[in-house]
């Protein structure tokens, strides 16, 4: 046993001893339930307290609380996670979870896949649904392919939206500086069995940097029907558009450069009793001009059938299965040079999962699955063991092991051979194992907090690489162990909310020794929702990250503080106004997190809604 976990086991084993002793030993009969509940980490809806895996959840009255205006916004701060960001809104914002790459982690919403096969990402911020439509984010840290296959190395990120139940009706304007806009209208019915939202919005900035210029159309609605008390069907659309410069870095400025990005996402859902069917299709477009260099057009398909169902074995056991059937393609071309382009390529993925909750005592709950999965000429197992104790006090103490991989992306299989670079058709999956010990306290309706330790050790990982003088290609030769420990405390009272974590990282590159380049090492972040009179608000946001300084110039420390000032006015029996003021970087401090991609300055953006 390392010195790491060695210390880990320490301070668990003090932690029980004092607590114990203020406690006492005595077990309540009933345990209360916590009003949250989690879906992503099992595939199956229950409570937070049944769960032996490290999970955060955002609530829907955190994220109506807080200086959110889109999903980058509410993840930012959450424990282990980094944002990855190019700019602005208009520019990329990508995820990473405990020193993870962006293409390891997979984002979902309402469990529909996102991450695209062209180059394995997501950018958050063409997820365009308003925040008033999400019932809450669940953020699954840790290695998950044994329930979600590849894409999960890193952990899963599931933005889960309402299902609307009352009438209302929103609408909002904001301006605020570098001459950011943002309109929006939303409304949901529900009317007898059948319920809708629709939202419309645009939002549209003349930019911090020279170029840096954006505008944002989408439309985003669904739909839900009760056929009867046990089947429940829905059907979503999520469409948008959004036109922006494209200034490039600081040391390489594109001023005339101009992205076009497009997003359609149609999904039906399906539910009769515990059977839960998912079928949808996610298209993307992104078209790039640089005048004069480059001229890129790049298409991505998924479609995907998702099916899974659980029964009760006796009075001890939960067995939930289901497969998982994935049609992925690709259309990249280069208009200039056609032989950079990798065109048509696709793909077929099927996967199938088995899991089962063993209740082995009333304090003792044992979870073991694991999924297949067969992706052209490659097929993999991918297990997963979790366990959890339940201590006096509604104390639990977890453990959980398991193994993730990553498939390659179709640019690193089919890039053309242009000379200079060449993808690599025998490359292989992205492996990792990764082991997790934790203890959780939760007190009622007034909070929680947790300690974790972790540690990943992956191997294959895929780097591009001079295999031959100036000529580049993808190979599986790295290897990278990543360890840690995440300390989170939550607290609710009737005048406030708020939430502080630490995450300690040590990652290193097997190969080389060094530490991991663009990976933190400390993260310290906070948020706080006061309520001092009826119908105001004021939230305050903050990170501290320090990352590895690995080469020259890379991204160092940097502290970020965020808030919003906001007050509701009734303004007759069926009208409510809002006044409020968003702050963006309020100490106006310079800082990347991508190397010489500046992030905006100091911004504030005042609003009005009306809702009736």
């Not at 990352?547 to 890379?554: I, T």
């Amino acid at each position: 046993m390392n010195r790491f976990w060695m210390m880990f086991l320490s301070l668990a084993c003090s932690l029980f001893t004092i607590y114990c002793s203020v406690v006492g030993a005595e077990e309540k009969t009933a345990r209360l339930e916590l009003g949250e509940v989690v879906v992503t980490a099992t595939r199956i809806e229950g409570s937070v307290e049944d769960i032996a895996q490290d999970v955060t959840i955002i609530t829907r009255k955190q994220i109506e609380s807080g200086s959110y205006e889109n999903v980058s916004d509410v993840v930012k701060n959450v424990t282990g996670l980094s944002l990855i960001e190019y700019g602005s809104h208009g520019a990329t914002a990508s995820v990473k979870l405990r020193g993870s790459t962006s293409e390891q982690v997979l984002v979902l919403i309402d469990g529909k896949r996102l991450n695209k096969p062209g180059d394995g990402q997501v950018n958050l911020n063409t997820i365009t649904i308003p925040v008033e439509n999400i019932e809450r984010i669940e953020i699954l840290r840790g290695a998950s392919s044994a329930l979600y296959g590849a894409d999960a190395m890193g952990g899963v990120i599931n933005v889960i939206t309402r299902i609307p139940d009352k009438p209302i009706t929103t609408i909002s304007a904001s301006y605020g500086r570098f001459a950011t806009r943002n309109l929006g209208i939303n409304t949901s019915r529900k009317i007898g069995d059948a319920g809708f939202y629709l939202s419309v919005s645009k939002e549209s900035s003349e930019g911090f940097r020279t170029n840096s210029d954006y505008d944002i159309d989408a439309v985003d609605t669904k739909f839900t029907y009760d056929l009867s008390k046990d089947i429940h069907a829905d059907l979503t659309i999520d469409y948008n558009h959004k036109d922006a410069g494209s200034p490039g870095s600081t040391t390489w400025t594109t001023p005339s450069a101009i992205q076009t990005d497009e997003n359609f996402l149609l999904g039906i859902g399906l539910k009769i009793k515990d059977t839960v069917l998912k079928l949808y299709s996610h298209n993307s477009r992104i078209d790039y001009v640089n005048p004069g260099s480059e001229d890129n057009t790049h298409k991505n398909y998924v479609s995907g059938l998702d099916l899974q169902h659980s029964i009760t074995l006796g009075s001890s056991n939960l067995l939930t299965g289901g497969i998982e059937l994935l049609a992925e393609a690709v259309d990249s071309r280069d208009n200039l040079y056609s032989f950079n382009s990798i065109g048509e390529q696709s793909r077929t993925r099927k996967g199938v999962f088995l899991q089962n909750e063993t209740s082995i005592s009333e304090k003792i709950l044992l979870t073991l699955g694991a999924r297949y999965d067969d992706i052209g000429d490659d097929s993999r197992i991918s297990p997963k063991a979790s366990f959890l104790v339940r201590l006096p006090g509604r104390t639990n103490v977890t453990f959980s092991a398991g193994k993730g991989f990553r498939v390659p992306t179709m640019n690193d299989i089919f890039w053309p051979d242009t000379g200079w670079a060449a993808g690599n058709p025998d490359i292989k999956p992205e492996k990792s194992t990764e082991y997790e010990a934790g203890v959780q306290k939760f007190f009622g309706d007034m909070g929680s907090a947790r300690l974790v330790a972790f540690e990943k050790k992956s191997r294959d990982l895929i780097q591009w690489q001079e295999t031959s003088p100036w000529r580049w290609t993808p190979v599986n030769v790295a290897k990278a162990r990543v360890s840690g420990v995440e300390i989170e405390g939550k607290l609710h009272i009737k005048i406030a909310d708020a939430g502080l974590s630490y995450t300690f990282m040590d990652t290193k590159d097997l190969d080389t020794g060094e530490k991991i380049r663009f990976s933190s090492r400390h993260q310290l972040r906070g948020t706080t929702s006061v309520y001092p009179i009826k119908g105001m608000t004021v939230s305050l946001e903050g990170s501290y990250v320090s990352n590895y300084v690995v080469q020259s110039r890379d991204p160092g420390s940097y502290f970020v503080l965020d808030g919003k000032l906001g007050q509701k006015v009734k303004l007759s029996d069926n009208v409510t106004g809002e006044v409020f003021i968003t702050g963006k970087n309020i100490l106006d401090r310079e800082f990347e997190t991508v190397k010489d991609y500046p992030m905006p300055p100091q911004q504030f953006i005042a609003g009005l809604n009306f809702i009736f």
